[in-house]
């Protein structure tokens, strides 16, 4: 449908002509978010929809110019063009709506200057014009904007210096100038923005050096001036950045050693200084950064030699100093960082043994001759490093190379008669047993079937795909025990529970291994995690599940990749899921079933991030004729308030920890302060939204994701009320979430916490194609 044949059709069924009155009611003009995409020009005849309040046309298929008729839509508040092929420049016009609160013209086609006209809009929160054609400067007029909290003009034509005029901007959250042309230097005045907390101005042509008023902004997050002309040192004054996540100033011509205060920025995910002219030692206080994924210090002139303490980061994904003036030996302790997936210690001087290597994640190709090779490699263009015979160190080949000659010339004849003593005893035992058994289980049995193969047998091939239990194949440590992951006889991958060594000896613990098999055994759900099998060997208990290939949603959450390939879709359905499993234990399950432990360490992820609750190992039967008092069970942070003066379990615990897990998801973050402020709720009326929503995503610009994000949100207050009685059911959680629901009064921007949790935006209704 294209654009003006849908306004048309609107314009209709709300009493409305196309030469239109001052008088019309329609408030709303939202189309083509939910899939059927508008193509054609905005209509000129817009422009008589004089009392619209919010008017969205994104992710469409527009095209043309934007008409100077919007200029009369005077009571405009929001104004969403996004994600379309508009054309031409913004017409001056635009100026007239000084209403506007939200402008967003990005990903379009838009040439020409951003007009100075634009200063007007004084109740201006959000101006988003990135990713078009814009040239020109920056006008003096965006200085007028004191309301303005977000400033994206990314990926644009833009030229000359950053004004000074935008120090004017005190409200300012998101500074976003990225990928332009822009000129001279960063003003001093940057230094008035205290509320900042995204600085981006990467790939510009900016000079000299970084302010240092700049090192005032203690809010800052997110400082980004990398691919530009930078010159200078890094200051001390940077360390006064304690809320620092990402720090990058890569390809500058940045001169000077790298401060040593660096490691006093404890919540450091990211630190990037790469391709600059920096000098002298890595200090050894980064080490200090426990939180530390992404270290890129490659293609400067560091000396000295590589800190040991590195390898206690253990958290680090990448870690680059290649093309420096390295000495020394590599440490061994690198050999630690487990879930390292690049490294780079090329072209350097280092000097001694390759350690060994025991991260799984690194890229490994085949080099013939029986030898592996990390690809690329991360030692070349080091001479005195001492070669193996194969290229790299895997593991098993630097164990190989580094086992004393007379433990490797002994040590496989004494396996090898222990093996044969242990063989001949087994031998009898069985061929006894043999005498008392008249059916026999083939060996391996069939591992990929629920219970059918024999406890030792089981036990012996567990043992060999784990290489008896080695911490390479290990992917999580619980409470209850261990998670590895081994590929069985048939093929198949699984995740294997084996309970930590004194808790199988335990009686208490084997009823609980129990519980979990009987559970298991009987649920049958999309969202509840499969239980392929069980072993029981002597004294080791072990349960087989599907392997999940994302591992738990706590873990994602906190990967800076996979948070944001989880996308705002992505988390409502796995919010969805969590609440459909619930509801299938507490209202499908006879007795009911409560889980007593629901955390994001138990809902575990496959590749597609469709989640699946986990860990039944605290469960109990509910015997609904009973006190059911019991000690507190469950994860810090997750377990119900009343538990802890009650200790009464009932299925509404469960309810109040998928409140607090539904809210993680959405904030990317354990919501402490919010569920703090639940005592106080006044507290949370100037509190929005999307002040707390995951800021590594972008806020949503599909209307239908928007009503979802609310949607959810919405529930989960209504899951975490206080009073035990007022929460809702699981049922009616899951049920929620099926029904349709009307859209928003009100933009995103303007929802506050308190009216999530008084459930003034939860309205039910019908969802129309174009919502009005």
């Not at 054609?133 to 950053?162: A, C, F, K």
């Not at 083939?442 to 784990?466: F, H, M, P, Q, R």
């Not at 992917?475 to 084996?498: E, H, Q, R, T, W």
Request: proline letters at 5%; charged letters at 15%; hydrophobic letters at 40%.
């Amino acid at each position: 449908m294209d654009i003006a044949s849908a306004y048309k059709y609107i314009s209709s069924t709300s009493s409305l002509s196309l030469h239109g009155s001052s008088s019309s009611s329609l408030l709303h003009f939202s189309f083509g978010e939910m899939g059927n995409l508008c193509n054609g020009s905005i209509p000129l005849e817009i422009g008589y929809l004089r009392n619209l309040t919010y008017l969205s046309l994104s992710n469409n298929r527009i095209v043309g110019p934007i008409p100077s008729a919007l200029g009369q839509l005077t009571s405009l508040q929001s104004l969403i063009l996004w994600g379309n092929q508009i054309n031409g420049s913004i017409p001056f016009e635009i100026g007239y709506l000084r209403n506007l609160t939200y402008l967003s013209l990005s990903k379009n086609r838009i040439v020409g200057r951003i007009p100075s006209a634009l200063g007007q809009l004084t109740s201006l929160q959000s101006l988003i014009l990135s990713g078009n054609q814009i040239n020109g400067s920056i006008p003096l007029e965006i200085g007028y904007l004191r309301n303005l909290t977000d400033l994206s003009l990314s990926s644009n034509g833009i030229v000359g210096p950053i004004p000074s005029a935008l120090g004017q901007l005190t409200s300012l959250q998101y500074l976003l100038l990225s990928g332009n042309q822009i000129n001279g230097s960063i003003p001093l005045e940057i230094g008035y923005l205290r509320n900042l907390t995204y600085l981006s101005l990467y790939n510009n042509r900016l000079v000299d050096s970084i302010p240092i008023t700049l090192y005032q902004l203690t809010n800052l997050e997110i400082l980004d001036v990398d691919n530009n002309q930078l010159q200078g040192s890094i200051p001390q004054e940077i360390c006064n950045l304690a809320n620092l996540t990402s720090l990058y100033l890569s390809q500058n011509k940045l001169t000077g050693s790298i401060p040593s205060c660096v490691g006093s920025l404890s919540k450091m995910l990211y630190l990037s200084l790469g391709s600059n002219l920096l000098k002298g030692p890595i200090p050894q206080e980064i080490c200090n950064l426990a939180n530390l994924t992404s270290l890129y210090l490659s293609q400067n002139k560091l000396t000295g030699s590589i800190p040991s303490c590195i390898g206690s980061l253990s958290k680090m994904l990448d870690l680059s100093l290649g093309s420096n003036l390295l000495k020394g030996s590599i440490p061994k302790e690198i050999g630690k960082l487990f879930d390292l997936s690049y490294l780079n210690l090329s072209f350097n001087q280092l000097s001694g043994p390759i350690p060994i290597l025991s991260a799984t994640k690194l890229r490994i190709i085949d080099a013939g001759n029986g030898c592996n090779k990390i690809s690329p490699d991360p030692f070349e263009g080091n001479s005195d490093l001492s070669p193996y015979m194969c290229p790299t160190p895997l593991t098993k080949i630097a164990n190989s190379s580094r086992i004393p000659y007379y433990i490797k010339t002994f040590l496989p004849i004494a396996i090898l008669f222990t093996f044969s003593i242990l063989g001949c005893l087994l031998f009898s035992r069985f061929k006894l047993k043999n005498n008392h058994v008249s059916v026999q289980p083939t060996k391996n049995g069939d591992l990929c079937s629920i219970w059918n193969y024999d406890g030792k047998i089981a036990y012996e091939d567990i043992v060999a795909a784990t290489e008896d239990f080695d911490f390479r194949y290990c992917i999580g440590v619980g409470g209850y025990g261990s998670v590895y992951k081994a590929k069985l006889p048939c093929g198949k991958v699984v995740a294997l529970k084996k309970l930590h060594h004194l808790e199988a000896e335990n009686p208490t613990f084997d009823k609980s291994f129990r519980n979990e098999i009987k559970f298991l055994s009987e649920i049958r759900h999309r969202n509840i995690v499969k239980l392929h099998g069980f072993c029981l060997h002597r004294r080791s208990m072990f349960l087989i599940y599907e392997y999940m290939e994302k591992g738990s949603l706590f873990c994602n959450l906190r990967d800076e990749v996979n948070a944001v390939d989880m996308d705002w879709t992505k988390r409502v359905e796995i919010i969805k899921g969590i609440a459909h499993a619930l509801s299938y234990l507490h209202h499908d399950c006879c007795p009911p079933i409560v889980h007593r432990d629901i955390s994001s360490n138990n809902v575990l992820l496959n590749s597609s991030f469709e989640a699946f609750v986990a860990d039944f190992g605290t469960a109990r039967m509910l015997d609904l004729d009973s006190s059911n008092k019991t000690i507190i069970v469950g994860t810090c942070g997750y377990v119900a308030p009343e538990l802890a003066y009650t200790m009464i379990v009932t299925e509404k615990c469960d309810v109040d920890s998928f409140g607090v897990i539904a809210l993680e998801t959405l904030m990317g973050k354990h919501p402490e302060e919010v569920l703090s402020w639940l005592s106080s709720p006044t507290s949370l009326v100037n509190m929005k939204l999307v002040d707390v929503l995951d800021k590594r995503l972008p806020l949503p610009t599909s209307q239908l994701v928007t009503q979802n994000l609310v949607h959810v949100a919405t529930l989960a207050f209504a899951c975490l009320n206080p009073q035990t009685k007022s929460r809702p059911t699981m049922k009616e959680v899951s049920e929620g979430f099926l029904s349709r629901h009307t859209s928003l009064g009100i933009p995103l921007w303007m929802i506050s916490l308190l009216q999530l949790m008084n459930r003034e935006m939860h309205i039910e209704g019908n969802t129309k194609t174009c919502d009005v």
